[in-house]
């Protein structure tokens, strides 16, 4: 049968050159399209130029793609050439062609009887002038689909399994037209995506089995039986005795806040004085201290509030309402200075919050969600916690230097503190990091983080350009082919989603977490539930019909998002600082994923995060977007675990306190140690119990320590001062004698 025409006249059919507002098709009998089935565009540049662009197919929509008389769902087309890709370059004076598959199944259903083939353009990034100059010069009907699938592959085997790593492999099966394809699974989920016979999965839970098979599929699709399936078991926990071990963390229940934050929780810090502090009134539940967290995240909200930490209940409602709720100890209110205020574009913030002990302020980042070109602002700021309504607000300064790396799709989603003693061993004193995860590969192919000092008692003029420290920095989008990511986190995927970052530690035990939703199977450019194979966008239109699978609208999306934390050893981000390592070599050694029976909604949306050092609680928020965005904070006791080494070094009993020589003139050296990592204040008083001094305020890790006394510059007169170590409920005492 022949279906094709040269188009209206070989011309293009509209003058518009908006993105939908030209269209060519052909129209006649109805014919009855079956999945041997595919729609070939030819394409003539009649421009000097060359031009990258998208098509469109519609079979029911009989003018443009958006507007006009009539409405209809839209396809992708994809390059005639390697049918992986959706976009298509025409050479100046050259033909080229787009092609789409009748489909049979899914949201691109399509053997069905049509008597219209409708096709739009779309220019890359909105250059639409330029596809004034595109001619479709023939619409035809091939039927030569391919629509056979694959042999199932067999021999399914394990090459090396670790604690948090199973290698697979597999013999490559039979097919018409060769495979081009393999879909992993484990436990019946699809996890993984693989162009040869094997694939890593990685972020295993340790000491876990797990039931793997593999899928093969061809150029069309056309997808084999799964393979037979395969059991292995990871290993016990290997990683280093001073890391926190997962199966030390527990989940102790949710809460919610009041309505004053729903649609918030862009970040969360913890304020361990506030509701009375450790021992007041707040703390007769077990959870002592406040939260500071942001509500509704608009460009004109974002604010800043206080809320009590009730005791959360381990038995889950139905829904969010049933909940406890948190007291609101303190309304949001706008702590961003002036200088962020008036940023020309702000789409919907992206912020991170730090309560640091020692100068009693809440520090803060900001950046915006839509960061493509390369943009920077003086984002991070502070000010003191017990004005936070009036100010003063300090910064805003750079993160280094304006136009050079970090730039903002690299900093301000996130913001946490590491112990004062590990920064001023590994990143000349800069205790605060910020970093973010941006998708798309926008801030590198996995997290990053870079330290960077306080603002001292004397805070940088705005504008500062304060020094950082890289601790963690991937490879570059630029450098990957969007299958190949090198440098990259491992199993990195464009749709991962990683929302926050956290010092944790319990005993002597110690990491980062990066908290988030992890993405599997492939990744796309469009719309969930498509199920398509793609490597760069999908120029599809946001109809009705695509709101049905993602109400969000497009973006990067994969087959399935785990929520899941992410565990980095804090050796490895020393030796990166300390330069004797790579920025982009450290790897989580380990993983933890949160169940989906603990989430409230079914998207698992993890917004933010913030530790609590003092009683080892980890709060992870959870946005429900469902009914009315609610903000539920999940729980988390962090344990150390023993057993993980036989030689491990033993730790004190109890902290300790000293000091040498004493007595002194001008400078003593005191000296401590400590059972675990924990808050410390070290305070100097005299005889008459006045605070003259404090020695230190923050947090700092298990072992040994000391600090400087230096009565010169202190300008203390001679005689007999106590000086106090408190640590948690444990206090240290130590008399020291200043002579003339």
């Excluded at 662009?53 to 409405?71: L, N």
């Excluded at 604690?163 to 495979?179: C, E, F, H, Q, R």
């Excluded at 969000?552 to 020393?574: C, E, N, Q, T, V």
């Amino acid at each position: 049968m022949s279906y094709t025409s040269d188009g209206p006249g070989g011309l293009v059919a509209a003058p518009s050159v908006d993105e939908y507002g030209d269209y060519q098709g052909v129209s006649g009998s109805s014919h009855s399209f079956s999945t041997s089935d595919r729609i070939v565009a030819t394409w003539y540049n009649r421009s000097s130029e060359a031009i990258r662009f998208t098509a469109r197919v519609s079979f029911t929509d009989g003018d443009q793609a958006d507007g006009g008389s009539s409405s209809g769902r839209w396809y992708t087309m994809r390059s005639f050439e390697n049918y992986r890709e959706t976009w298509t370059e025409a050479q100046p004076g050259q033909t080229v062609q787009t092609v789409f598959a009748v489909r049979d199944k899914g949201i691109h259903k399509t053997d069905s009887s049509y008597s219209l083939v409708n096709i739009n353009l779309a220019i890359e990034w909105g250059s639409s002038d330029m596809k004034q100059h595109l001619v479709c010069d023939r619409i035809e009907l091939y039927e030569d689909a391919d629509d056979q699938p694959p042999a199932a592959p067999g021999g399914l085997r394990t090459t090396s399994v670790s604690d948090s790593k199973i290698v697979l492999a597999w013999d490559i099966p039979n097919d018409n037209v060769g495979v081009a394809d393999y879909l992993i699974r484990v436990n019946g989920d699809i996890v993984g995506y693989s162009r040869e016979n094997s694939y890593t999965c990685v972020l295993l839970e340790q000491d876990t089995e797990y039931r793997c098979t593999v899928q093969a599929m061809d150029m069309m699709n056309n997808a084999s039986p799964q393979s037979a399936e395969l059991a292995v078991r990871t290993t016990a926990f290997r990683g280093d005795r001073n890391a926190i071990n997962p199966e030390g963390i527990t989940y102790l229940g949710a809460f919610r806040t009041s309505d004053d934050f729903y649609w918030g929780g862009e970040a969360l810090a913890y304020y361990p004085q506030g509701d009375g502090g450790q021992t007041g009134p707040g703390s007769t539940d077990g959870y002592p201290g406040s939260l500071f967290v942001t509500n509704v995240n608009q460009p004109e909200n974002g604010y800043v509030g206080e809320i009590s930490i009730p005791a959360p209940t381990t038995s889950k409602p139905s829904s969010t309402d049933d909940l406890p709720v948190a007291t609101v100890l303190n309304p949001p209110v706008n702590i961003r200075p002036e200088a962020i205020n008036n940023w020309e574009y702000v789409d919907i913030w992206r912020t991170g919050l730090e309560y640091l002990p020692a100068d009693q302020r809440l520090y803060s980042s900001w950046t915006i969600h839509y960061t493509v070109s390369g943009e920077k602002h003086a984002n991070i700021s502070a000010c003191p916690t017990a004005s936070l309504g009036t100010g003063p607000y300090y910064g805003p300064w750079y993160v280094g230097q304006p136009g050079q790396v970090p730039i903002e799709a690299h900093t301000g989603d996130y913001l946490f503190a590491v112990p004062q003693d590990w920064a001023d061993a590994h990143t000349n004193g800069r205790p605060l990091v910020t970093g973010r995860f941006r998708d798309g590969g926008l801030s590198g192919l996995g997290p990053t983080m870079y330290a960077i000092p306080t603002a001292g008692s004397t805070p940088p003029a705005l504008d500062t350009e304060l020094d950082f420290t890289t601790l963690l920095q991937y490879g570059t989008v630029e450098g990957s082919d969007n299958y190949t990511f090198p440098d990259a986190a491992d199993g990195y995927n464009h749709a991962d989603y990683w929302r926050e970052a956290c010092y944790i530690s319990a005993g002597h035990q110690s990491a980062v977490a990066v908290i988030g939703l992890k993405a599997r199977g492939f990744n796309w450019y469009g719309y969930h539930g498509e199920w398509m194979p793609l490597d760069w966008i999908i120029a599809d239109v946001p109809l009705h019909t695509f709101d049905d699978t993602d109400p969000f609208g497009k973006g990067w999306r994969s087959h399935d998002l785990s929520p899941m934390i992410a565990f980095y050893d804090m050796k490895d981000l020393a030796a990166v600082a300390d330069g004797s390592m790579d920025s982009h070599i450290p790897q989580p050694y380990a993983a933890m994923h949160l169940p989906d029976e603990i989430f409230f909604g079914s998207l698992h949306e993890i917004f933010s995060a913030a530790y609590d050092p003092i009683n080892h609680l980890l709060f992870i928020t959870e946005f429900v977007f469902l009914p009315d965005g609610a903000l539920v904070m999940h729980v988390f006791r962090v344990n150390s675990v023993t057993g993980i080494e036989e030689n491990a070094t033993p730790q004190p009993a109890a902290m300790t306190l000293s000091n040498h020589p004493n007595p002194f003139r001008d400078q003593t050296t005191i000296r401590f140690t400590l059972p675990r990592s924990a808050l410390v204040s070290l305070r100097l008083y005299d005889m008459l119990g006045r605070e003259v001094a404090v020695l230190h305020e923050g947090m700092m890790t298990v072992g040994s320590h000391s600090i400087r006394l230096d009565a010169s510059a202190l300008e203390l007169a001679p005689g007999m001062y106590r000086c106090v170590a408190s640590s948690g409920e444990q206090i240290s005492q130590r008399n020291v004698i200043l002579l003339r």
